[in-house]
């Protein structure tokens, strides 16, 4: 069958036929399992194409990943409410994410790749660390931004291994709102808390 | 060369004779890359002696593992210095722990393993909920031990994954006591706090 798509301009077709072969190879094998190269062969292009509209195999997943947000535009919403509910905000955003069996699916499976797998460990420290935590932790001004971001990125992973690899008891049958509301204050701690205080003598 | 060791009671023998095999093997070849059957091998055994002396292949790695405390005995040297303490407290015993290269390696290989293994998910629920966190919860008579054993066993984990598997920035240089005065008060939280309220409105 011949790709044409009539008079659609030729980048913008390149382009979805790329984002429609990755979220179809990245859900069939996973993200380990996908190269650029199987991407390009499906979506009939060449590789080079596709390092051009999206760089990486990290920016590509990012693209593909039904995130219920723009990993950039984070911190706007979670400090849509200010930033004494800032913690409680982003707990409640992921653990409602997870609440999608699509994102759950796809996250699930990175972190687990991420166990065994260099790339897929640096596309978690990228889009966690560097796109979504270390901007929102530098908008709120306190010392130690990347520490901060950092911390809060070990709660959340740690959710999701917990809840979704490990299935620690109690966890997996709370109801969403209840785990935001107990996960909440550590987030909103390492957010805006003295991080070397609060430790009574 | 003969395996007798003389006057030894033959009990004592077999079993240290199994410890010694055990430790061999899942250094050398991790957890889930060693079997109950190939540590009777080693150890010159029938492989109903390891399963006599040690049950399953999760408690014969608990035997084997260099911990610095009794996964039984953690709640008493936690609940040392009062159950205000407690979060600060386990906070250090945990990092420190990972002081040790030794318990790093074994205990972050078990992380990763878990990620792709059933069994080791088992385990690190097993010793981690069961054995560690749920005993401590429980002596400090808060609503919940159960979830608040998982609530804390997700920050470990997570510690755990952070640090050591996907080096997030900030964490890998931080110095131990530092981190255990960051990392305290988020376990003395899940310990003893409010899980369903402490959300500014």
């Known amino acids: 069958m011949p790709r044409s798509r009539g008079r ?11 984002l429609a072969a990755a979220t179809h190879l990245f859900g069939e094998h996973g993200y380990p399992g996908t190269t650029l190269r ?53 707990a409640q955003v992921v653990v409602r994410m997870f609440d999608d069996p699509g994102t759950r699916q796809s996250m699930t499976g990175l972190v687990r790749a991420a166990a065994s797998e ?46 979704y690899v490990l299935s620690l008891p109690g966890i997996p049958d709370e109801d969403p709102d209840r785990l935001a509301a107990a996960v909440g204050p550590v987030l909103q701690h390492y957010l805006t808390g003295a991080l070397e205080e ?4």
Chains 1, 2 share one sequence.
């Not at 911390?151 to 999701?160: A, C, D, E, H, M």
Request: net charge negative.
């Open 8 to 18: 659609r301009p030729a980048g913008s077709t390149t382009r979805e036929d790329i």
């Open 38 to 90: 199987a991407i390009a062969r499906e979506a009939d292009v060449d590789t080079r194409l596709v390092t051009h509209y999206f760089g990486t195999k990290q920016n590509l997943f990012v693209a593909v990943v039904d995130f219920p947000f723009d990993p950039d535009q984070l911190a706007g919403a979670v400090l849509s409410e200010g930033p004494d509910r800032a913690g409680y905000r982003l």
């Open 118 to 163: 260099d790339d897929a460990a640096l596309l978690v420290r990228d889009v966690l660390s560097e796109r979504m935590l270390t901007p929102l932790a530098r908008l709120l001004g306190e010392d130690e931004p990347e520490l901060r971001a950092s911390l809060i990125g070990s709660q959340l992973v740690g959710y999701i291994f917990s809840r």
């Open 198 to 201: 609060a430790v009574p003598r």
